[in-house]
């Protein structure tokens, strides 16, 4: 079909003053800075929009912010002939003030990222809501009833049906990856969480189904992150800490306050990941899950150990040892069931291999591998964590044993992260690569990782 050209669009850029390679290279540096480093528009993009192709969201509203900018008063999406989309930029980011705000994000959210909305996909790490989250989740006032009154009926088997899939797709993720897995889930948060959310019920089964609907959505953003997705994973972490202040369940918000710190201190953020950590602490302590506790302390005396504060990270790793120790063997929620003995020691290596400390990262993380064979990707992420601790010891023969039986956990996962770790490994063995041992190793890496760069 043939299609119409955009006047108002050329009008503008006229007006403006632009050249159409100025104005693409304007929106490119507009769409860096709202954390969106994906678009790659030049001079034949605008060509094209002014020939009436329409460019896909968020595309027009960048445009019509610039012009705004550019000509000093208010241009809409519409004044360039391109309808504005429903959709905003920060959709997920906001933590809602009420029950019904809150359902209207999520699911759309949902929605947009079944339809693979390139602005999630393309998303960054952004501190400020995370922060925003931290604020909202200690001080947002109770006596909200999570209710509703709309068509459909939802019950206890809906809520327990929701949990059934979480546990299943849970397991899933730990032996082949969030990869796998994931599209699958948020689907079915789609297609069959979301109709519930809308539907008609009370406080009680309004409060159980938030529960069910933030640890699934919790498990999402998870699998985001296990793709290096996180822009989109801290959208859903945020999302499911909504839900599940809502369902008035403090141990889940700090399970998940936990995840968004374990997040920003892989991206580099240890004292954002400090701050997340220290609220996972203060829901924990509410909750009297002393698995959880102990995990937040673990968190934080990781970023303690990622600042070079060798003596606060060793106050947070007795905390965590002590709060361990006040465990009772099954009463504790099973979304916290994954943190056994193994977990915390994994937890402990990684302390010691941030602050050089080579003989107990060693020690640490050999002790991490008397762990649950169900966890595969833990494995993988503890196999390369020994194997690190050995190269920092020097014994990097050992490091190479530990390194083959990674690579063939590995090749069975579909985990950014797990590659991410064993190129790290690679990076640390590098300059012992003239060894026959080292060698074989770092040819066998790129098969699964991607190949190294040659300088």
């Not at 809906?158 to 948020?186: H, K, M, Y």
């Not at 994994?346 to 010691?352: D, E, M």
Request: overall charge neutral; aromatic content about 6%; glycine content about 10%.
């Amino acid at each position: 079909m043939r299609r119409e050209p955009n006047p108002l669009l050329h009008r503008h850029i006229a007006e403006a003053g632009l050249s159409h390679k100025g104005l693409a290279r304007r929106l490119n540096d507009l769409g860096q800075a709202r954390g969106l480093l994906g678009l790659r528009y030049d001079h034949s993009s605008v060509l094209r929009w002014i020939s009436g192709q329409r460019p896909r969201d968020p595309v027009p509203g960048l445009l019509a912010e610039i012009f705004s900018l550019r000509l000093a008063r208010p241009v809409s999406a519409e004044d360039i002939g391109m309808p504005r989309t429903a959709i905003p930029l920060d959709l997920g980011q906001e933590f809602s003030h009420s029950w019904q705000e809150g359902v209207r994000i999520v699911t759309a959210l949902w929605r947009a990222d079944v339809e693979r909305r390139r602005f999630l996909i393309d998303s960054t790490f952004a501190i400020g809501a995370g922060s925003a989250g931290i604020v909202r989740w200690l001080t947002f006032p109770d006596g909200e009833r999570p209710a509703a009154s709309g068509a459909r009926r939802v019950g206890t088997s809906d809520v327990a049906a929701i949990r059934e899939v979480t546990r299943s797709f849970g397991e899933l993720d730990n032996r082949f990856g969030g990869g796998r897995v994931r599209a699958a889930v948020v689907k079915y948060l789609d297609t069959g969480v979301a109709p519930l959310l809308s539907g008609s019920y009370g406080e009680a089964t309004g409060k159980a189904l938030a529960g069910a609907a933030a640890e699934l959505t919790r498990l999402a953003g998870w699998m985001a992150y296990d793709l290096e997705q996180h822009g989109l994973a801290q959208r859903y972490l945020i999302q499911a800490l909504r839900l599940a202040r809502r369902a008035g369940d403090h141990g889940l918000g700090g399970e998940i306050l936990a995840g968004m710190s374990h997040q920003a201190l892989y991206v580099g953020q240890p004292r954002h990941g400090l701050d997340l950590a220290r609220a996972a602490l203060v829901a924990a302590r509410d909750s009297g899950v002393p698995s959880l506790l102990a995990e937040a302390h673990a968190l934080e005396a990781h970023a303690h150990a990622l600042l070079s504060e060798p003596a606060a990270c060793a106050t947070a790793l007795h905390a965590a040892e002590l709060a361990f120790d006040r465990r009772v063997g099954g009463s504790e929620p099973e979304w916290i069931g994954y943190f056994d003995e193994a977990y915390l020691a994994a937890k402990f290596a990684q302390c010691f291999r941030d602050l050089g400390e080579g003989p107990d990262a060693v020690r640490h993380a050999t002790r991490s591998l008397e762990m649950d064979g169900r966890y595969v990707r833990g494995r993988m992420f503890n196999l390369t964590l020994l194997a690190s601790a050995h190269v920092l010891e020097g014994e990097v023969e050992q490091a190479c044993v530990v390194a083959a039986e990674a690579v063939e956990l590995g090749e069975g996962l579909e985990s950014a992260r797990t590659r991410s770790s064993f190129a790290d490994l690679c990076r640390r063995l590098e300059p012992y690569e003239r060894e026959p041992a080292v060698a074989a190793v770092l040819d066998r890496g790129p098969a699964w990782t991607g190949p190294r760069e040659v300088t």
